[in-house]
Nanobody, 114 residues
Framework: QVQLVESGGGLVQAGGSLRLSCTAS????????MGWYRQAPGKERELVAA???????YYADSVKGRFTISRDNAANTVYLQMNSLKPEDTAVYYC????????WGQGTQVTVSA
């Protein structure tokens, strides 16, 4: 079992920045890829960014150049630095950790005002 605790969401004006953190505990040795999904009201959950244990990254086209995912393997923590935020980035952001199954965090709200 893996437990994920997220932090760092909040309210920010367009153009601002936020940094999300997600710390894993429990059977963390099994974790390979970690990442962030988001879900806006009335929309499907979408993958925003992911990072492998070796540091390879993936970004959705909508966030490339604005968001940066990073990972501290020793601290079992993944970060999402979000810059140049837009109102369309407003969503609940969920951390995910991949083991033999997927583990999800509880979600953290990000609201970007125009």
């Amino acid at each position: 079992q893996v437990q994920l605790v997220e932090s760092g969401g909040g309210l920010v004006q367009a153009g601002g920045s936020l940094r999300l953190s997600c710390t894993a505990s429990g059977d963390t040795i099994c974790i390979s890829t970690m990442g962030w999904y988001r879900q806006a009201p009335g929309k499907e959950r979408e993958l925003v960014a992911a990072i492998t244990s070796g540091g390879s990254t993936y970004y959705a086209d909508s966030v490339k150049g604005r968001f940066t995912i990073s990972r501290d393997n020793a601290a079992n923590t993944v970060y999402l630095q979000m810059n140049s935020l837009k109102p369309e980035d407003t969503a609940v952001y969920y951390c995910i950790a991949e083991c033999s199954m997927s583990y999800w965090g509880q979600g953290t709200q990000v609201t970007v005002s125009a």
